[in-house]
């Protein structure tokens, strides 16, 4: 699996500091409230538990589940509802835990499903921040890295369903796409 990795963009090492800036900004910013942390599967979910391990505050964990991007490469425009919260989100502060934003399309159907069920107060952390992707407009409040349009893998990222298990973030060689 490593052998199919072209370069790594972020360590291991990087990535702890990241989580380590971000949760000590996330714990002065929360420290007296409660927030409902959610988890968007499948990508975010080695942030998510790395970052929430820097967080020194009471806080509460959920997950849920929405798809846009079906395996490939290039996101669908469409983004499904694949498994909801079990929490109830009315009056709650909610920081989303995101692993890319990129079109800004699946970021803007949860804001807009959070709102719609009444949360307090809405924010979004994400390892990863593609700007030059945006196709709607989305914006988040904690991010680790601000990434070129290339298309990542690793540390929670997929391509296929794959390379999530790798510890860092990386870009594959060209020949993994065209030997398919
Ligand atoms: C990826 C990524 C983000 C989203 C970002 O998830 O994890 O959640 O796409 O893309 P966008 O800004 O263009 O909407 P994906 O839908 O591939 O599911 P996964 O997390 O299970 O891989
Ligand atoms: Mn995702
Ligand atoms: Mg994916």
Do not use: H, W
Not at 48 to 53: A, E, G, L, N, Y
Not at 63 to 86: E, M, Q
Not at 123 to 148: I, Q
Request: hydrophobic fraction near 35%; glycine fraction near 6%.
């Amino acid at each position: 699996m490593n052998n199919d990795i072209e370069k790594v963009l972020y360590s291991e090492e990087d990535i702890a500091a990241a989580c380590k800036r971000l949760g000590d900004q996330l714990t002065e910013d929360y420290k007296d409230k409660t927030p409902l942390i959610i988890c968007v599967l499948k990508g975010a979910i080695l942030f998510m538990t790395d970052v929430i391990r820097d967080m020194d505050i009471y806080a509460e964990i959920d997950f849920i589940d929405v798809s846009s991007y079906n395996g490939g490469t290039a996101s669908s425009g469409t983004i499904r509802l694949l498994k909801d919260l079990d929490t109830d989100v009315a009056g709650r502060d909610i920081l989303l835990v995101e692993d890319i934003i990129d079109t800004g399309r699946t970021l803007k159907y949860l804001e807009d499903l959070l709102k719609d069920r009444q949360a307090n107060s809405i924010k979004v952390c994400t390892l990863m921040d593609k700007p030059s992707g945006r196709v709607v407009e989305a914006k988040a409040d904690y991010v680790g890295f601000n990434v070129p349009s290339e298309f990542v893998v690793g540390y929670g990222l997929d391509y296929e369903e794959k390379y999530r298990n790798l510890p860092y973030v990386g870009v594959l060689k060209p020949s993994v796409y065209s030997d398919k």
